[in-house]
Structures are given as structure tokens and as C-alpha cells.
């Protein structure tokens, strides 16, 4: 069984890869959530993956929010496995995720890592410039044919995993801010805006909602996937002053 969580594709192109290969049924964490459906059955032996973005060198909300509730198949101590994508590095997440799992009685039983598009544009802009996606994708998919070889074995490997340089302190702060932060304050839409709703669909929280042909963010606090951001068709979706002159990125099975 596949549990995914993704904003602008790249972990979503990862899990099907991941469910396709091996068979398994696919899960949509913000869905399951939404929906609040937290039990699930497997077949026996069946591994379990949880494939997800990394946000300030640890794990999305909704995540955590979801493997809280989520009542795995017990019996037979199933191999749990995370694949995370990023862009650069992870730092410490997978220790987060084992602390996770270990509050529910659950064990982390490897994790890995995939580089991929860095869709992080609050801050700098983009790191992969479009011509480059392609080839940093076909990379991407080379490396989960090898993490798909270590779960068939279900071995950790450590250079399947990139943790960067300082990696404890980069998640230890880094991560707080991204906890206390994700304030749906700063986003606002420009003059382009055509009231398609695309935001309203794409938000994996239901956090925006159309009024009178405009988005509004209708909670106070998201998970910051930036979804919205980079799925408007029109570009018209802002956060802050300075993602205006950013590009977008939407892995290409989503657009
Ligand atoms: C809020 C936010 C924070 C991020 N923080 C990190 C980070 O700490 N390290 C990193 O390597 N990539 C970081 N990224 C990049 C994403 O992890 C990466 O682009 C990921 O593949 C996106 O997955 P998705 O397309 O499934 O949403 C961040 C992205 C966002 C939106
Ligand atoms: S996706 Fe963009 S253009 Fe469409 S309603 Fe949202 S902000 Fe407006
Ligand atoms: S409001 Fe935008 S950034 Fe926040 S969860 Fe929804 S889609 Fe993601």
C-alpha cells in the first residue's frame, strides 16, 4: 500500500511509480483525511510506503495530522517505509517520521530519498531551470529503481538518502518555523485572475473557497504545499511581495 502526500506532483509521479512497479493500491493522504478515513487493509506481508515532500527539512502537517489517526494492519509487524522528495536535502525528517510512527506503536522500517524540482519560491526562486527538469526527472525515476531494489530486500541504504550538510541542525531550525508559520495571511490574487477555481480544487485542505468569483482562504493556516501557487493557470496567485517575479514549477503529469 502506497500513502502519498503532494502539492505540485513530483511525490505523487513517485507513489504511482512505486504502486504500479509492486501492485498496490494508492492512497491520498489529504483525501483520506478530508474524507476521515484512517483504516485500511492490506495483504499479508504487504510493505506500507509513505511518500511525501519535505518542508523545512522535516515533514507536512497533514502528514503527521494523518498518521496519528491512521490504523495500519499490526499483525505480522508490516515494513514501513518512507520515500521523501526534495529539493536539495532532508536533514533529519526520517527520525521525526520514526518518532511518529513510535507514538502510534508503529516502526520505521528504512527511508529514502529522491532529489527532484525544488518548488520552494517563498524565499529564492527556482532551482532547476525548465530545460533541466527532464533530465533531473529521468534521474529521479533511475534512483527509485534502486530504492524499489532495497525494499524488495527491505535493507536501509545510506546513500539512498540525502540528508545534507548539518542535517540535525538544519530540521531543528528550520522546522519550527514552518510549525508555527504556514499563515494563509500573505496570499492574495492580482488583476489576472479569471475566477477559474483551479485554487479552490487544488487545495489538498480545502483551505480556499470562491466568493463572488474570488479566492479567499477560509482558515488561518495551511500546509503550505503551494499547490495553489504554482497550479494557477494565470499566474495570479501571490504570497507576499516577492513570488510575483518567480517562476512556477508543476511536474508534467499534472499539467
Ligand atoms: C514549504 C516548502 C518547504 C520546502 N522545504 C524543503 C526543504 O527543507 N528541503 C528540500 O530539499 N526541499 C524543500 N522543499 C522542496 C520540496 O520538498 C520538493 O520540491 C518536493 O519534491 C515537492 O513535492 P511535491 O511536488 O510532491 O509537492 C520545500 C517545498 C515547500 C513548498
Ligand atoms: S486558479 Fe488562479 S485564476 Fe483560477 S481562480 Fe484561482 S487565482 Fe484565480
Ligand atoms: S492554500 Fe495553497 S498552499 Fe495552502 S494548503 Fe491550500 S493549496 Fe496548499
Redesign the pocket.
Known amino acids: 500500500m502506497v500513502f ?11 507513489a504511482k511509480r512505486i504502486a504500479q512497479r509492486r501492485g498496490e493500491q494508492l492512497v491520498d493522504i489529504a483525501k483520506s483525511l478530508r474524507d476521515k478515513h484512517y483504516s485500511f487493509i492490506t495483504a499479508k506481508r504487504e510493505p506500507i510506503a509513505i ?8 515533514l ?1 502537517t497533514v502528514v503527521i495530522s494523518f498518521l496519528e489517526r491512521v490504523q495500519l494492519p499490526g499483525r505480522g509487524n508490516p515494513f514501513i517505509y518512507a520515500v ?8 533529519i525528517t526520517d527520525r521525526q517520521l520514526t518518532q511518529v510512527l513510535d507514538n502510534r506503536g508503529y516502526e520505521l522500517g528504512a527511508a529514502y ?10 524565499s529564492f526562486n527556482l532551482l532547476t531551470p525548465e530545460s533541466e527538469v527532464p533530465k533531473l526527472l529521468e534521474q529521479a525515476y533511475a534512483r527509485l529503481e534502486h530504492i524499489l531494489d532495497a525494499v524488495e530486500v527491505r535493507r536501509s541504504v545510506e546513500h539512498l538518502i ?1 540528508r ?1 550538510r548539518f542535517p540535525r541542525m ?2 531543528t531550525f ?2 519550527p518555523i ?1 510549525k508555527c508559520g ?1 499563515s494563509t495571511e500573505p496570499f492574495f490574487t492580482n488583476s489576472s485572475c479569471n475566477g477559474c477555481g483551479q485554487c479552490e480544487r487544488n487545495c489538498p485542505i480545502g483551505a480556499i473557497k470562491l466568493f463572488d468569483g474570488l479566492p479567499t482562504w477560509i482558515t488561518t493556516h495551511c ?5 495553489c501557487l504554482h497550479r494557477c493557470p494565470q499566474k495570479a496567485l501571490q504570497y507576499g511581495e516577492k513570488t510575483s517575479s518567480r517562476g512556477r ?3 508534467p503529469e ?1 499539467k
Open positions: 502519498y502526500f503532494s502539492g505540485t506532483g513530483n511525490s505523487l509521479a513517485i511518500v511525501c515532500p519535505i518542508y523545512y527539512w522535516g507536512p521523501f522528495t526534495c529539493g536539495g536535502s532532508i536533514g530519498s529522491i532529489k527532484m524540482p525544488d518548488n520552494f519560491i517563498l540525502h545534507g538544519a530540521s528550520a522546522y514552518y504556514r500546509v503550505l504545499c503551494l499547490a514549477y508543476v511536474h499534472l
